[in-house]
């Protein structure tokens, strides 16, 4: 099998589904294995957690926010236990504490305490000042959203505290606690937020930058000079900014786009910034078939589904779509070659 990068130009317009059949074969998806990540919280640090706040709260009859936060400042891992019986994530947890509480506690600042729990979940807080503050209006809230349990709503509408352990405030957490959840509720309330939602939104960063590192390591190991770009950063000589640009972005000679998607929505739109990489290339040095050349690495199921866009993807950068199964190819396909300085 013939892949795109390795065709010529006429090849490819004369049979681009043959090309789009090559590149597809070797999209796989990686949504099955995710990486942990810094900050990650294994399941025996969070029952620790969970039963030291059981305890504290006399399985969960009591949820006074006094002796809450004396435990949370001991062992700051009953916050994480906390927001999970919420189902909020920190900003939103956040809000509802400015909302209720009356003390601004910032998006940013609920991100920077959840994080720096996670990265040390026994550890005691040495918080004071604006910092206690905050964490004392955010246990003091979830206390106070717990015990009051789900809200009447209309029958169109769902209230996030409408779960098996918190509908009826504290008496669902009680019997959540002593019973046991109903399965069938935990798999309805599962099917609504999908398994690791939240870990698989907070490592989505990571998964694509591992696909960077493998770049970057061919590029290294050949000696090409390169400018690995960060995000929303802006370069002066391009209106939208690709991942890598070789040697520089003074005088880009290749540009490439790492994008990992792992649904068809996402890879459209992916799509569509690699397109306009290559109507940027043949603008800005009138007369010449490219200013640049634009190479496609792309990675994840989400990119196998919509043919008509690789087959233009394929059709526009000329062949140069490469995977992670054929990144050994990537120097010596494209117009990297040229800047090779190593033996």
């Given amino acids: 099998m013939k892949f795109p990068f390795e065709a010529t130009a006429v090849e490819i317009k004369a049979n681009p589904d043959s090309f789009v059949d090559a590149?597809?074969?070797?999209?796989?998806?990686?949504?099955?294995?995710?990486?942990?990540?810094?900050?990650f919280v294994e399941y025996p640090v969070f029952e620790q957690g969970y039963e030291a706040l059981?305890?504290?709260?006399?399985?969960?009859?009591?949820?006074?926010?006094?002796?809450?936060?004396?435990?949370?400042t001991k062992q700051p891992i009953v916050l994480i236990v906390l927001r999970a019986m919420l189902g909020f994530?920190?900003?939103e947890w956040a809000y509802i504490a400015t909302q209720r509480g009356g003390l601004e506690v910032s998006q940013?600042?609920?991100?920077?305490?959840?994080?720096?729990?996670?990265?040390?979940?026994?550890?005691?807080?040495?918080?004071?000042?604006?910092?206690?503050?905050?964490?004392?209006?955010?246990?003091?809230?979830a206390c106070a959203l717990l015990n009051e349990g789900a809200p009447e709503t209309p029958t169109n509408s769902l209230h996030r505290l409408a779960k098996a352990d918190s509908r009826a405030g504290i008496d669902s957490l009680r019997s959540a606690a002593e019973l046991g959840a109903p399965y069938a509720m935990l798999l309805y309330e599962r099917f609504l937020g999908r398994p690791f939602a939240g870990h698989r939104d907070s490592v989505s960063d990571l998964v694509g930058g591992n696909f960077?590192?493998?770049?970057?390591?061919?590029?290294?190991?050949?000696?090409?000079?390169?400018?690995k770009t960060k995000r929303a950063q802006k370069l002066p000589t391009?209106?939208?900014?690709?991942?890598f640009v070789?040697?520089?972005?003074?005088?880009?000679?290749?540009?490439?786009?790492?994008?990992?998607?792992?649904?068809?929505?996402?890879?459209?739109?992916?799509?569509t910034r690699i397109l306009r990489l290559v109507t940027l290339s043949k603008t800005?040095?009138?007369?010449?078939?490219?200013?640049?050349?634009?190479v496609a690495c792309l990675a994840g199921r989400g990119f196998g589904q919509r043919r008509a866009d690789m087959r233009r993807l394929i059709l526009e950068t000329e062949g140069k779509v490469f995977t992670p199964q054929n990144l050994h190819q990537l120097i010596a396909c494209t117009r990297l070659r040229a800047f090779v300085s190593t033996p």
Avoid: N, W, Y
């Fill in 246 to 271: 070789i040697p520089d972005e003074h005088a880009p000679q290749v540009v490439i786009e790492a994008k990992v998607s792992e649904d068809d929505g996402t890879a459209r739109d992916k799509v």
């Fill in 23 to 39: 590149v597809f074969s070797c999209l796989e998806s990686e949504f099955l294995v995710m990486p942990k990540g810094e900050g």
């Fill in 284 to 294: 800005i040095q009138p007369g010449r078939a490219h200013g640049f050349e634009v």
């Fill in 238 to 243: 391009l209106d939208q900014t690709p991942d």
């Fill in 89 to 91: 994530t920190p900003p």
């Fill in 212 to 227: 960077e590192v493998a770049i970057e390591e061919v590029l290294s190991k050949a000696g090409i000079s390169f400018r």
């Fill in 54 to 72: 059981k305890r504290v709260t006399a399985g969960f009859s009591d949820l006074s926010p006094g002796p809450v936060l004396g435990l949370a």
């Fill in 108 to 141: 940013g600042a609920a991100r920077a305490i959840d994080r720096k729990i996670r990265l040390a979940p026994l550890d005691s807080l040495r918080a004071k000042g604006v910092t206690l503050d905050r964490i004392t209006a955010l246990v003091t809230v």
